[in-house]
């Protein structure tokens, strides 16, 4: 049997996020606002053998290079996420996602009647109240979120 490996062109610059748990790919993308509309190239890979786990995603985003703060807001989906700033093609940091202690705008509240969920137009925040138990608690109205059923904003 004819052995193939994954071949995914190194970046110049910018920013590699390795180690996303297999399938969160687009959804990390989509908590941080990446979407390609300003022309920069983004290749990403599901699905990817990995060593550590089965599978894994891999996103690399070429003439970005992510802030704590937004690297921070993709611990509730991906955990175990590594952040690789590229530079003339060379590794210049290496960091692990950390939850921070409250996340803004990327995840809408599940209480139909919280008011961030009204026609008022305020963004969301909420704050986490348990780190290692990912728990999330909406700062407008207390309810206690159930972090598989967050919806994106």
Same mark, same amino acid.
């Given at each position: ?65 992510? *802030? #704590?703060?937004?690297?921070? %807001?993709?611990?509730?989906? +991906? ?6 700033? @590229? $530079? ?42 348990? *780190? #290692?138990?990912?728990?999330? %608690?909406?700062?407008?109205? +207390? ?6 059923? @967050? $919806?994106?904003?």
């Amino acid at each position: 049997m004819e052995q193939s490996e994954l071949m995914v062109r190194r970046i110049k610059e910018g920013t590699v996020i390795d180690h996303i748990d297999e399938g969160k790919g687009l959804q990390v993308l989509d908590a941080l606002r990446i979407d390609g509309q300003d022309g920069s190239l983004i290749t990403l890979a599901m699905n990817v053998p990995s060593g550590k786990s089965k599978k894994k995603d891999i996103i690399k985003v070429e003439n970005k290079f992510l *802030k #704590d703060d937004d690297t921070n %807001k993709i611990a509730i989906i +991906a955990s175990k996420a590594t952040i690789n700033i @590229i $530079k003339n093609y060379k590794l210049i940091e290496k960091r692990r996602v950390a939850l921070p202690n409250e996340i803004d705008k990327i995840f809408r509240c599940t209480n139909p009647d919280c008011i961030t969920n009204s026609t008022e137009h305020i963004e969301s925040i909420m704050d986490v109240i348990d *780190k #290692d138990g990912m728990v999330l %608690k909406c700062r407008y109205c +207390a309810r206690i979120l159930d972090v598989s059923k @967050i $919806k994106y904003n």
